[in-house]
């Protein structure tokens, strides 16, 4: 695909991929929803293009009519300021609208924007239009994690596409990177597109420390297991413990132990497990656990957006052992864009970096992702620090 640097080309190309992403799709696919943190691609079709009408269209489109009066109550995701909208966990009960139906929205708000914008618009308009790109492209990796999900709980753990790499080697040697005691400036400062809870910038003291060059692979992560790592109550937050013995957690998600060898449901279907790759689909706790096993911690935020120039990062969502929490002088937007990250501050952790399904043209090194601990579908891995 080409890639361009005009706002409305980059619209046209986000809306694009995000039709290629589903593409090896049935059509059944479209509509599952196994768990309340997995949406139905169906959904994410239609609520990508609800926020372009919502806030774009219906406001300031010149004689734009709604294409249905029902769609802002279906695809809502959590702006209350906006109105009612479907539980979450029931979105997999949307057989209706067919996808036929949400592809056609999807063309009519596509083509609406693209009219609005052939004439030049007010600042705050092609403000609003980048927002709605970046949150496309947000889904668009919720898309390609939600399908795994979808598809990686189904009996057949069938094949996505053979041609999605995942799983890319950590072929390099472990060294510990040391950072000198001292204040560091922290946050987003170029003229490029963030989110707000990146903005602030402010100057933070760390003592010194020392921070891997690599992330935890999966041959390291077998041995935490094979030693006994998920027994040992020792390794484990109180509610770290309580979540793996609740939920029979003794490996990361999508492992299957097949006569003796280790193999994972990957987007190109089930296959043994790369000892030199990242691990990945893990949540807070088993990080934390790992970390404490091996006599280390996981970095804090700001350790690793001081360090991140010095090692590569990319491959995972990297868990950091900072709470979500607002910068200083951070305030909110006025109306439903405010609701878009200050709402979610609290009892969840900051991931760090960006992962194999992060889209083109999306990350940064100032990008403050942010989950539950136990949270673990997404492409979620980590580094050592001490």
């Given amino acids: 695909m080409i890639l361009t640097d005009s706002l409305l080309d980059f619209f046209i190309e986000t809306r694009q991929y995000t039709e290629t992403i589903c593409k090896p799709l049935e059509t059944e696919d479209y509509v599952v929803q196994p768990i309340v943190d997995v949406s139905p691609p169906k959904w994410h079709l239609g609520h990508t293009t609800w926020f372009f009408e919502e806030f774009i269209l219906k406001p300031h489109g010149k004689e734009y009519q709604l294409y249905n009066e029902d769609f802002a109550y279906v695809f809502n995701s959590y702006y209350e300021s906006v109105g009612k909208r479907v539980v979450r966990s029931n979105r997999g009960n949307l057989s209706r609208p067919s996808v036929k139906k949400v592809y056609e929205y999807r063309a009519y708000v596509t083509r609406a924007i693209n009219e609005m914008f052939q004439e030049p618009q007010e600042k705050f308009l092609n403000d609003l239009l980048e927002i709605g790109i970046h949150h496309e492209k947000q889904h668009q990796e919720l898309l390609v994690t939600d399908i795994k999900y979808i598809l990686g709980n189904n009996p057949l753990l069938p094949v996505y596409s053979k041609h999605f790499l995942e799983h890319e ?9 040391t950072m000198e005691e001292g204040i560091y400036p922290i946050g987003h400062i170029s003229d490029s597109f963030c989110y707000d809870n990146e903005l602030g910038r402010h100057q933070v003291f760390l003592q010194s420390y020392l ?83 091996k006599g280390c911690r996981l970095p804090t935020e700001f350790e690793w957006e001081t360090a991140q120039s010095f090692f590569s990062w990319g491959k995972r969502w990297e868990w950091t052992e900072s709470a979500y929490l607002p910068y200083p002088n951070y305030q909110k937007a006025p109306g439903a864009l405010g609701e878009y990250n200050g709402k979610f501050m609290v009892n969840q952790k900051v991931l760090r970096g960006a992962s194999v399904a992060t889209p083109k043209k999306h990350s940064r090194s100032t990008y403050r992702n942010f989950f539950q601990p136990p949270l673990r579908w997404q492409f979620t891995g980590f580094r050592l620090a001490k």
């Fill in 169 to 177: 080697p950590e072929n390099h040697l472990q060294e510990w990177i």
């Fill in 211 to 293: 921070i891997s060059n690599k992330l935890v692979t999966n041959g390291e992560f077998i041995e935490f297991i094979y030693h006994g790592g998920y027994e040992n109550f020792e390794n484990w937050h109180s509610e770290g413990l309580d979540w793996i013995k609740t939920n029979n957690i003794s490996s990361p998600l999508y492992w299957h132990l097949v006569d003796g060898n280790w193999y994972h449901y990957t987007l190109k279907g089930l296959i043994a497990i790369d000892m030199a790759a990242p691990v990945t689909h893990i949540s807070y706790y088993e990080a934390y656990a790992y970390a404490q096993w």
